[in-house]
């Protein structure tokens, strides 16, 4: 699917993630299902990657996207955790050790910046 707006690709990417995570939710059976740190182990392989995939590309374009990703990360940690609803997006971080998803961003970006400027100056780039 060719998208060219940023503002559906941000939309498209939550609804990616948000499949993803339905197939792992299916896995947690209360305390009979998958512990918390497999969980975790499983959002970062599953379900982060539909977050931060080409982000260095449209991230720095509206925060409406940014937002809509961290709303989807503090619902799939809350989720894993089986936190209350009105936990903490930041305190769910610092607990499941994940990266906000802005500083993520920004990451990705900065390597991403660094690649392009370790290009020889013969490339056409």
Request: aromatic share 8%; proline share 2%; net charge positive.
């Amino acid at each position: 699917m060719i998208i060219l707006r940023f503002d559906v690709q941000g939309e498209y990417v939550a609804a990616k993630a948000r499949r993803a995570f339905a197939k792992v939710n299916r896995l947690f059976d209360g305390r009979k299902g998958i512990s918390v740190k497999m969980g975790l182990e499983l959002y970062k392989c599953l379900v982060r990657p539909h977050l931060e995939f080409a982000v260095a590309a449209w991230a720095s374009v509206q925060d409406k996207g940014v937002r809509l990703m961290e709303k989807i990360q503090y619902e799939c940690l809350r989720q894993i955790t089986g936190a209350y609803c009105h936990s903490s997006a930041d305190a769910l971080d610092v607990i499941c050790n994940i990266l906000p998803i802005r500083l993520q961003i920004q990451e990705l970006c900065t390597r991403e910046f660094l690649k392009i400027l370790r290009k020889p100056t013969t490339n056409t780039l």
